[in-house]
T-cell receptor, first 114, second 116 residues
Framework: AQKITQTQPGMFVQEKEAVTLDCTYDTSDPSYGLFWYKQPSSGEMIFLIY??????QNATEGRYSLNFQKARKSANLVISASQLGDSAMYFCAITGAAGNKLTFGGGTRVLVKP | DGGITQSPKYLFRKEGQNVTLSCEQNLNHDAMYWYRQDPGQGLRLIYY???????QKGDIAEGYSVSREKKESFPLTVTSAQKNPTAFYLC???????????????FGPGTRLTVL
């Protein structure tokens, strides 16, 4: 079984500052993929970034980057230069040998202050 | 524009009634998925389908049924056997059906179901 833990239920961040969202995972699969999604108040889940377990480099996508520490089983999302539109719920998810299934964490709510 | 559509956006149901949620995609993706989200929680997988006329149960399939008669469509029926159906339902699709770890799931806008 796979498990995702997001320990920060909510965070405030000042506009233009960076914020780090924690994600730790547990899996017995030797290969796995980690995903981050953003869920604004409208409800739609928006894909942000992907990190594979065998990727040598941390993933980056625009203002989003992953701090992937395999030995510690953590995949923290860093949002740089926060914008008001970044206010949303953020979910970390993992897929493994059964690649058709995503297991989600409980999410972290981010509120960007002007 | 390619994407995933779900209808209706809001749905109200009386106890004991079955209700069907629609999900359509024009992305030419092989796989489609249904998730349930309860307030303040993450998503849980209900059913998924990797190919037409085939589907598999997820973690919380009891009280739900699906069909996949066309590649573009994956409707979800919430039956009266579902004990607590009030939730937000999200449909997703992916191009490879999970055959690679990089296979990303893309989501529709969701349907909010309330049982009165």
């Amino acid at each position: 079984a796979q498990k995702i833990t997001q320990t920060q239920p909510g965070m405030f961040v000042q506009e233009k500052e960076a914020v780090t969202l924690d994600c730790t995972y547990d899996t017995s699969d030797p290969s796995y993929g980690l995903f981050w999604y953003k869920q604004p108040s409208s409800g739609e889940m928006i894909f942000l970034i992907y990190q594979g377990s065998y990727d040598q480099q941390n993933a980056t996508e625009g203002r989003y980057s992953l701090n992937f520490q395999k030995a510690r089983k953590s995949a923290n999302l860093v949002i740089s230069a926060s914008q008001l539109g970044d206010s949303a719920m953020y979910f970390c998810a993992i897929t493994g040998a059964a690649g058709n299934k995503l297991t989600f964490g409980g999410g972290t709510r981010v509120l960007v202050k002007p | 524009d390619g994407g995933i559509t779900q209808s209706p956006k809001y749905l109200f149901r009386k106890e004991g009634q079955n209700v069907t949620l629609s999900c359509e995609q024009n992305l030419n993706h092989d796989a489609m998925y249904w998730y349930r989200q309860d307030p303040g929680q993450g998503l849980r997988l209900i059913y998924y389908s990797q190919i037409v006329n085939d589907f598999q149960k997820g973690d919380i399939a009891e009280g739900y049924s699906v069909s996949r008669e066309k590649k573009e469509s994956f409707p979800l029926t919430v039956t009266s056997a579902q004990k607590n159906p009030t939730a937000f339902y999200l449909c997703a699709s992916s191009i490879l059906g999970g055959k690679a770890l990089t296979d990303t799931q893309y989501f529709g806008p969701g349907t909010r179901l309330t049982v009165l």
